[in-house]
């Protein structure tokens, strides 16, 4: 007892002491880390960090410490809200300022003009979002300790007048690249090349494509912060590395922008833009390139940046250069003459991990201190971008877009044009003597009301897949949108839906992004001279998530109403499974195939026991191929729980449907490789979702002899398979200079012995799934099948050039033959994400004896969905997937990118289909 009170009083002690001492002084980096933050040869891990941003925070009056969520790999992920010690204690009254006024809803301007009056400018910066890019978490690092304890007037000027959110984006990945780099002792040979793990446990580097669909945990924590919780009006994303030559890549960027954004997004970033280089410029730091200096346009939806576009915020990107082992700016002589694009070009040097924090400390000051000056324009203005949403929703709108001018510009073909001067125009792309046409071309497109924007968006209750459905209102819901859910049934233009569908109205502040999830993604022809080649865009040119998602809805041009209770900003629907019919005195249930949970479902049924089928006629309304089981109390109990967990319809039956087709779990394996895949990750990420069982599969056992005896299905995502006679893929480290755990997950593709091994498994019953680019397998295994994008030039058969065919990341309409059981649960017809995919055309004699049989095409001239498809007729007729038969078992070969970053929900199911005995 007394020692128990003895320990207590000491614990008391300590904790009064290590109190005393933080609130004195403020840790400097080196004191907490050992070593400077910049010091050459040196990398502070998470751990470390999480510390010292504790202390931080009790030691400072200016930092308050925010656990904004879980990561993947389960650390804490930290946001440190920064301020002067009496904006911290109004924090939530500024922080419900800046989400009124980013909200704009029922405030007129005046109201507007006194809010910004009294608010703080909320600025994010963030930090190590892509691990492996080092100087990110590092400047987060020095920037977070800067702002605590500096006393300069430009600090408190700008504490008084900003509150800063320091997110660290990826915890995990700093941990591991952190070890990874300092576990050679001998600090010249310390380096991060050949890490053995994505950094992001399932994305790596995607984890930067994930934030309108927020499949990850991280991605989810920084929405809620972004897109509800604090809407600032700037944020700023650092990343790696600079082009050649330079020092830093940053705002402005180069077109195309998006065309749905407020105006006022462009010139915002134009303004801040101008901050950052001049800042540098007058601090002697050269080296600052914008625009055509660097490849990052604002086209793309989907980045942590790019998705604040959407939301009107101003979304900054810099790329620099810099590494804890020295480097050196090298020589780019096209660098070196000045330009708008590289005002003040950098020379050659040595170059120190202490120069990319010390510049990234003055990006940083550059934004904040502008914020500081700029604060009411700044909160005002995100108020007008939302208004102007508003306004844009309530109102016949015309989109400026590439198609509509296009129309504009056929229509006036053959027209005369003239110019002022009286000069006859031939060519339309003469700047000095613009193309006029009569005004009457612009009426007959900008004024058809055909071609007005939608006032909303109808998505009924009486969906195919709900759940599906509500995952996608889940993303939007996420980043701030609004969504009604109808309370009672309602007809609009005719048509009746019933109660609990959702309405999402595009007369709200974050307009630019309701239209991005349901419109096709415009993408201009964009090319580097007329008649030259494509200029790729830097990620998708479309993405439109509800087609991804395969979300049934109707566009709704003119302005309705319906009796709808709205759903809290921020609030996750939850779907409710429901059984249909009578589920106590059923015979047997049955689970649709259009549902992709009714996978999940089943496979938790398989894996208690339990007999499942398919069906191979459509039943009670139910797709072709749907999952039936008997009744049992054993079943009722999995299905009960798997209606709350899932929001599964479950489809109570009285009669055993006849033609049943008795279901197995099978042997999976997924391709991975060392270092990791992306796209693998995002197939795992999407299994698991689904509840499969699998193992990963790396070179070495694929080379080996009993692969059957061991797996059922082997998957290859895109990248696993180089194409016939190009080399055996990414180049690996030596094993005796990575740690033995990551041994196993070494090797590369062989021609001789990869393809041989995998005919084998073939050839003894196993099946083969390949995706994208890894339908290579059909080439090396000799299959009568060949590319289709091919033209005959002076007698040889040559791949389309660019100039010719053209299809970037953009979602193209495939027809399907859902009678296939590969196909099971598909529409007749669906969209499908093409990034640059394989096409095939089927030898004749194989198409006709059936040996090789199509399960997905491209049936017309006209195949665009969103994005970009230039000569998009040469894929009329082309094979997107197939089938054959190999030996004992069968290849499966789908083009397009059917998990596609775990979006593609609506393809999903061609995979899903054949991961079972
Ligand atoms: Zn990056």
Known sequence: MLQNKFYKLLLIGCLLISTVSFSQTIPTPKEHFGFAIGDDYHLATYTQTEAYFKKLAATSKRVKLVEIGKTEEGRSQYMLVVSSPKNLENLEHYREISTKLAHAEN????????????????????????????????????TAYELSSRTDDETNKILDNVIVLLVHANPDGQELMSNWYMRKAVPEERSYNNWPRLFEKYAGHDNNRDFYMLNLKESQNMARQLYINWIPQIMYNHHQPAPAGAVVAGPPYRDPFNYVFDPLVITGIDAIGAAMGTRLDAEGKPGYTERSGSVYSTWFNGGLRTTTYFHNMIGLLTEITGSPTPTTIPLVPNRLIPNGATINPVTPRVWHFKYSID??????????????????????????????????????????????????????????RTTKKGAVVADSSDEENPATVATKYYDSVMKNPALR?????????????????????????RTGIVVTKATASFTVEGKTYPAG?????????????????????????????PGGPPIKPYDAAGWTLAYQMGVQFDRILNPFDAPTERIGYGELIVPKGTYIGNAKSAKGYLLDARANHSFTAANDLLKEGIEVFRTTEAIDGASLGSF?????????????????????????IAKKPAGLKKLSPARIALWDIYGGSMPSGWVRYMMEQYHFQF??????ELDSADLRSKYDVIIFPTGAIPAVGSGRGRLQPKPASIPEEYRHTLGRFSAEKTVPALKKFLEDGGNIVTIGTSTNLAYHLGLPVKDALTEIVDGTEKKLPGEKFYVPGTILRASVDSAAPAAWGMNATADVMFDESPVFKINTSAYANGSVKPLAWFASKKTLRSGWAWGQEYLQDGVAAFETTVGKGKLYAFGPEIIYRAQAYNTYKLLLNQLYK
Not at 397 to 411: D, E, G, H, M, Q
Not at 501 to 527: C, G, L, W
């Open 107 to 142: 405030l007129t301007d005046e109201q507007a003009h006194a809010l910004a009056a009294e608010g703080k400018a909320v600025v994010w910066i963030d930090g190590g979002l892509h691990a492996n890019e080092t100087v990110g978490a590092h400047q987060l690092i020095e």
């Open 359 to 416: 510049y990234s400390i003055s990006l940083n000051y550059a934004v904040l201190d502008y914020a500081s000056r700029y604060r009411d324009q700044l909160l005002f203005n995100i108020y007008r971008m939302g208004k102007n949403s508003i306004e844009k929703g309530e109102k016949d709108y015309w989109s400026l877009l590439p198609s509509k001018i296009a129309s504009i510009t056929k229509l006036a073909e053959g027209e005369t």
């Open 453 to 477: 924007d939608p006032r909303g968006y109808i998505i009924t209750a009486a969906q195919a897949d709900l759940p599906t459905t509500i995952r996608f209102l889940n993303c939007l819901i």
């Open 501 to 529: 569908s959702y309405i999402i109205k595009t007369n709200q502040a974050f307009r630019p992004h309701v239209i991005d999830m349901f419109e096709p993604q415009d993408h201009p022809n964009d090319f580097l001279y």
């Open 628 to 652: 039936y089981v008997n009744a049992s109390a054993k079943t009722k109990s999995i299905l009960d729980k798997d209606a709350d967990s899932l929001g599964i319809t479950i489809n109570a």
């Open 695 to 700: 193992d990963r599969i790396y070179a070495k």
